[in-house]
């Protein structure tokens, strides 16, 4: 059974588009993130929400729309995309408590060309 | 300054070998601190937390020293399966009640035969 699951695993895409990646969880936790991972392999949280509820929205261009339906699932739209784009995504999930464990999704490489 | 800071490597050694990665955090406010594992074009997973008293985990110890704001990581008797990136991460509490993951660059580990 999938933990984390994002949709889709690789995405390829011209500059200017429009784009959309999904996760779920099914361990029943409260907290979601978005992670980005460039080419120089660091990890950076995007935005995070629990419960629905944006808690962190780090420094992240307007283009970059997180959407959370309900707490197990937390979507990113990507408006107008640039070549700096071009990264893999992650999401993860944890429990609402300091240091909890948070459980990362296989990941979505976007390219954009 | 990155606010966590690891040596990239990559670490080469022989299996059987023991090897010590070590990294370093700039922020005070960090509470808590882990060790996670990124094997090559997959996602984070915990390996393991770190705590002031030392903890281990089979062949891997880990310390951390909050003083010099250090944390360590050792694996003996390495094995081929080892392989991969060794990600420093330190919780720092801010937005929400998790806080923030802050990962370091990662440090490389090839265990050859």
């Known amino acids: 059974d999938t933990a984390v699951s994002q949709t889709p695993k690789y995405l390829v895409t011209q500059m200017g588009n429009d784009k959309s990646i999904k996760c779920e969880q099914n361990l029943g936790h409260d907290t979601m993130y978005w992670y980005k991972q460039d080419s120089k392999k660091f990890l950076k949280i995007m935005f995070s929400y629990n419960n629905k509820e944006l808690i962190i929205n780090e420094t992240v261009p307007n283009r970059f729309s997180p959407k959370s339906p309900d707490k197990a699932h937390l979507n990113l739209h990507i408006n107008s995309l640039e070549l700096g784009d071009s990264a893999v995504y992650f999401c993860?999930?944890?429990?609402?408590?300091?240091?909890?464990?948070?459980?990362f999704g296989p990941g979505t490489r976007l390219t954009v060309t | 300054r990155k606010e966590v800071e690891q040596d990239p490597g990559p670490f080469n050694v022989p299996e059987g070998a023991t090897v010590a990665f070590n990294c370093t955090y700039s922020?005070?406010?960090?509470?808590?601190f882990f060790w996670y594992r990124q094997d090559c074009r997959k996602e984070p997973k915990l390996l393991m937390s770190v705590y002031s008293s030392g903890n281990e985990d089979g062949r891997f110890t880990a310390q951390l020293n909050r003083a010099s704001q250090y944390i360590s990581l050792l694996i003996r008797d390495s094995k081929l399966s080892d392989s991969a990136t060794y990600l420093c991460?330190?919780?720092?509490?801010?937005?929400?009640?998790?806080?923030?993951?802050?990962f370091g660059q990662g440090t490389t580990l090839q265990v050859k035969p």
């Open positions: 922020n005070s406010a960090s509470q808590s």
């Open positions: 993860a999930s944890s429990q609402y408590r300091p240091g909890g464990e948070q459980y």
């Open positions: 991460v330190v919780n720092r509490l801010g937005s929400g009640n998790t806080g923030k993951l802050i």
